[in-house]
């Protein structure tokens, strides 16, 4: 749960909705009418007796004040239907749970989502484990302790068992509870999504309305269900029976739009609810704050999902339920597309071009302000529904980025997922007191997000369209090698630049592959790639040549760019017939450039199955034929794995950034020692150390601590430096007392009087100077950046990021994606020790998840050699946090 004292609201297994709330000395007596409630069987297993005492004894403890202990309750329409409490064992991190259910409400996963709340509430409270004694018989409850994903030991004592509950959290456990969410998911978005039954509420009376167009839609769209309008003013509208309220229906819809004004909204949604609606498409806009609130509260209230407020509508073109409620002019075409969109205007223009291309749509929605249903809503539908092949999103927000990542991860690997890159521009950089602050942007957050999730970032909808087409109609790349073959010059020469820019490769055709191709080409070709066929190329040689490519093993995609010549047409050739009729089935992709076309893209049909995506633009097929490669890569790479470093000291890193709140209640900036001590925590590679307050004290650090050369480095610190160079603040090289004490006066002066101290350390060695660091990102979580060190990091803006925890996978890529990587492998120089460079951003990916208070933490410089690699300076930054669990169960 957000915090101890707020309630939440999540799914069953059913789709309905609970409330999941601490409970407060005012729901004792309806806690003991739950208890009284239950049956004698119930009671037995949950009290391991008999009697009305035990439950005026559980029900006494909502009224203490909470010390040790925590009592959960689930609720719907004010009736509580179960409770789940814990007791902590006094001067452990060990609690004893119980948990109890009504008798009508078994076999709808409650029991397990109060345990998962519970297990989140303990883990705040510094609780490791769970015991609980369960009769034998008591089967139900024994399978939910087992099914939890987490790791359960049980022992027997007579009639009775005994479970130990490790409240570690592990991939296996956000794997049990994802599965869970799934499947309340999906059951919940069904009367959303696939209504039996709808109605339109405010369709009205004049053509232009927006209700009456979407009841048009439906109408005409051959809803399967039954369909009504709801107004008052009206027996008709649209040839479908309408009524003056949602109460007056002659059945309850399980799907209401409402089409009314602002105003209204709030209370027409709470008769929907009373009436038993099941879901809600909010197409009003312009609702205050206040009537946003009212909406949510209904829908939470009465179990109902929402869309909207705020969008053009949704639609699902299955035969089965032919459901178009949406005011667009033109209704989708059925097919194998998900979309979903938070502008109604990229919605339009995304339904009409993959129109044109021939896609078609399974569903599409509009989730305008985004108030319940997001993006991972709809991948997780669009994974269970077996229509959709391909899942296109237009998300101007991520309500909870790392749950999305998760889920976006697993339905990557069967569903290609696109979407436009949206905002890389902005106005300005939002000020920052470190430069991992400053580089961690929300660009570099969103697109650290995609590449982890193999999300395909197009940089416009063209693009994106352009990508699916050449997803939808041909296989993927086993790499980035490109054939270039036309039937101009000019014009494949062009379209291999292309494909450079894009970061695709052209490799010279040598051997075998030359050779064929010279035998299926006329007398003049160049066969080296581009290869130009010339003007006196016809079908069958154009033919012949993409089919020795396709067996060539030095290429892996083929781009023909064919230009309209006088040579062809007067010899009746149609060279883009060449490659819709194959002689056989292709194995690798391949896409047409046809510049006189007339349209950006089309999707070409082809002889024996599939679509030829043809461009009239080079550079569009380059980058549609990069982001298949892309996907390639990422969909050879394994999942990877979340290592565990070894030497950290989790509770004494918790202990020191504690403290230090305590002692400033708002946050701030760690001082040097601190900061040190923190890394030290996690076995950083700190360069040796220490911090003195008077110049005396320096020279007798860096007497202790001067390397070979006898040299050391003195670094300031007073309050709201930021920039230590450019202040300043230190200095190099220093040999002997007399110089280190010099540069502590002059450091003192440069102050003006607020040295607080120094810290001394040995002079580096020479290397690479990188940046990593970490910041909490109030949407994303905690990214893990990396690049450029020292004073060149902002100039360069060499910057890569990824969300933690990292994987072995991902701290592999993060360090290959940066600009200065081939320094690290060794371009002319000597290869750095790059397991130790990733052994940090492991180390940081642990702090960050560990300690959610880390705001942000800079280590640069990081100095990489070939025998190692040291952190020689850290800034570190805390603030009031509290861990939330990513993955527990809870609607937004």
Known sequence: MPGPQRSTHALL???????????????????????????ERTARLRFLATGHRSAELAAARVAEAPGGHRVLVAEAAGRILGIADFTRAPGTTEADIAVAVADDQHHRGLGTLLLEHLADAAREAGITRFTADALAAN?????????????????????????????????????????????????????????????????????????????????????????????????????????????????????????????????????????????????TSGLTREQGAALLGHCRRHGMRLVGPNCLGLANTAPGVRLNATFAARPALPGTAGVAVQSGGVGVALLDGLTRLGIGVSTFVSLGDKYDVSGNDLLRWWEADGRTELAVLHLESFGNPRAFSRTARRVARAVPILTVDAGRSEAGRRAAASHTAAAATPTVARQALFAQAGITAARGLGELLDTAALLH??????????????????????????????????????????????????????????????????????????????????????????????VAAA?????????????????????????????????????????????????????????????????????????????????????????????????????????????????????????????????????????????????????????????????????????????????????????????????????????????????????????????????LGDHTARLAPLTDVDVTELVGAARCAPLLFGHRTEPADVPAVEQVLLRLSRMAVDLPELAEADLNPVLARPGGATVLDVRVRVEPGRAVDPYLRRLR
């Not at 309905?16 to 239950?38: G, I």
């Not at 004494?652 to 020692?673: E, I, N, S, T």
């Not at 580096?764 to 950046?785: C, I, M, N, S």
């Open 571 to 795: 010899l009746g050739e149609d060279l883009v017939r060449a490659l819709t009729a194959p002689s056989r089935a292709l194995a690798k992709p391949l896409v047409a450039v046809v510049p006189s076309q007339g349209a950006r893209t089309v999707l070409l049909p082809v002889r024996g199955g599939g679509h030829l995506p043809a461009y009239g633009d080079a550079q569009d097929a380059a980058r549609a034929l990069a982001h298949a490669a892309a996907r390639a890569r990422w969909l050879a790479r394994p999942a990877g794995t979340v290592p565990e470093p070894a030497g950290i000291d989790a509770p004494g890193a918790r202990a020191l950034v504690g403290r230090f709140l305590a002692a400033h209640p708002r946050g701030g900036w760690l001082d040097p020692p601190a900061a040190m001590r923190l890394m030290e925590s996690y076995a950083l590679p700190l360069s040796p150390w220490a911090w003195a307050e008077r110049d005396t004290d320096a020279a007798t650090a860096a007497e202790r601590l001067a390397g070979e050369d006898g040299r050391v480095v003195l670094k300031a610190h007073w309050p709201g430096l930021v920039h230590k160079s450019e202040a300043g603040a230190v200095a190099l090289g220093l040999r002997g007392p007399e110089e280190v004490r010099a540069a502590y006066a002059s450091m003192a002066r440069r102050s003006g009087g607020r040295l607080t101290g120094v810290v001394v350390q040995p002079l580096a060695g020479r290397g690479t100077e990188l940046l990593a660091g970490v910041v909490q990102d109030a949407v994303f979580g905690p990214l893990v950046l990396f690049g450029t060190g020292g004073t060149a990091t902002d100039v």
């Open 13 to 39: 297994a059913d789709g309905s909705t609970v409330c999941v709330r601490p409970a407060v000395p005012e729901d004792a007596p309806r806690v003991l009418r739950f208890y009284e409630d239950l049956s």
């Open 473 to 566: 109609g041909q296989p993927l790349p086993r790499g980035s090698r490109v054939a270039v073959v036309s039937n101009a010059g000019g014009a494949g020469v062009l379209a291999a630049d292309a494909c450079a820019e894009a970061g695709l490769t052209v490799p010279a055709l040598t051997g075998e592959s030359a050779a064929q191709l010279s035998e299926a080409l006329p007398g003049g070709a160049v066969v080296a790639n581009p290869v130009d066929a010339t003007a006196a190329v016809g079908e069958e040689g154009l033919r012949r040549c993409v089919a020795a490519l396709d067996r060539s093993p030095e290429v892996d995609a083929v781009l023909a760019v064919l230009v309209p010549t006088a």
């Open 139 to 283: 089967r139900e409850m024994l399978r939910v302790f087992s099914d939890l994903g987490l790791r359960v030991t049980r022992s027997f004592e007579g009639p009775e068992v005994h479970c130990v509950i490790d409240l570690a959290g592990t991939d296996a456990y956000a794997d049990a509870v994802d599965a869970r969410g799934r499947l309340a998911d999906v059951a919940s978005l069904r009367p959303l999504l696939a209504p039996r039954s709808a109605a339109v509420v405010g369709a009205g009376r004049t053509p232009g309305s927006v209700g009456r167009a979407v009841l048009r839609n439906a109408h005409r769209g051959g809803f399967t269900g039954p369909l009504r309008a709801v107004n008052p003013h009206a027996d008709t509208i649209e040839q479908v029976g309408s009524h003056p309220s949602v109460s007056a229906l002659p059945f309850v819809p399980e799907l209401a739009v409402l089409a009314v004004p602002a105003a209204a909204v709030p209370d027409v949604a709470e008769e929907c609810g009373r009436a038993g609606v099941r879901a809600l498409l909010v197409l």
